[in-house]
């Protein structure tokens, strides 16, 4: 599975961004793809994840707190991370990543084996 994240930028506090992950090279049908985030200094973040099987969808509340929201569109193969009322805080690189939904690993945020190259989201106050 090859993934190309796209839609970062530099925004001001309060505003809204749209990441999408585009997907290619197999079909996502058996996988989730998963969103997480990386500041400087500071360790990769699990944000969530969606089943392409039946888009069923996990956060990390703590991290999304009602702003972020996921999305996939079928036909395009790709997923997006909608994110409202960006905080500072928020500034990181994303990365969308994509792993089997065989076993528990995808909704917990670990072992993704695919990822993309990242986009980066900075947040000015």
């Known amino acids: 599975v090859q993934l190309v994240e796209s839609g970062g930028g530099l925004v001001q506090a309060g505003d809204s961004l749209r990441l999408s992950c585009a997907a290619s090279g197999r079909t996502l049908s058996t996988y989730a793809v998963g969103w997480f985030r990386q500041a400087p200094g500071k360790e990769r973040e699990f944000v969530g994840t969606i089943s392409w099987r039946d888009g069923r969808i996990y956060y990390k509340e703590a991290i999304v707190k009602g702003r972020f929201t996921l999305s996939r569109d079928i036909a395009k193969n790709t997923t997006y991370l909608q994110m409202n009322n960006l905080k500072p805080e928020d500034t990181a690189l994303y990365y969308c990543?994509?792993?089997?939904?065989?076993?528990?690993?995808?909704?917990?945020?670990?072992?993704?084996?695919?990822w993309g190259q990242g986009t980066q989201v900075t947040v000015s106050s």
């Open positions: 990543a994509a792993e089997s939904l065989i076993g528990s690993s995808w909704y917990q945020g670990v072992n993704y084996h695919y």
